[in-house]
């Protein structure tokens, strides 16, 4: 079983920086990505960055040149960090891992408890 720990979040006031790290560990044969996804309140979850291991990125339009993901794949850890937060942003932030625990597994995915960020004044 693959397990995925958050930590990082608060509360922050508009234009602050918070930096969100995730730590997975269990049983993990491979990793296709980690990345990190958000539920604003009252809304659906919605993709925020991914990180693959070709170490290829993606991230939403409304966090471009805002948040940067990195990865630590010894250590089976992803970070995002977050400048320049709006109150927009405030949601529960989730950490996803795409992988498999065995080698005949197909790809599925993992999530943590979620944590929450708030920006506001």
């Known amino acids: 079983q693959v397990q995925l720990v958050e930590s990082g979040g608060g509360l922050v006031q508009p234009g602050g920086s918070l930096r969100l790290s995730c730590a997975a560990s269990g049983r993990i044969f491979s990793i296709t990505a980690m990345g990190w996804y958000r539920q604003p309140p009252g809304k659906e979850r919605e993709l925020v960055a991914v990180g693959t291991s070709g170490r290829m990125t993606n991230y939403a339009e409304s966090v471009k040149g805002r948040f940067t993901i990195s990865r630590d794949n010894a250590k089976k850890m992803v970070y995002l960090q977050m400048n320049s937060l709006k109150p927009e942003d405030t949601a529960v932030y989730y950490c996803?891992?795409?992988?498999?625990?065995?080698?005949?597994?197909?790809?599925?995915?993992?999530w943590g408890q979620g944590t929450q960020v708030t920006v506001s004044s």
């Open positions: 996803n891992l795409r992988g498999r625990e065995r080698y005949w597994d197909n790809d599925s995915d993992y």
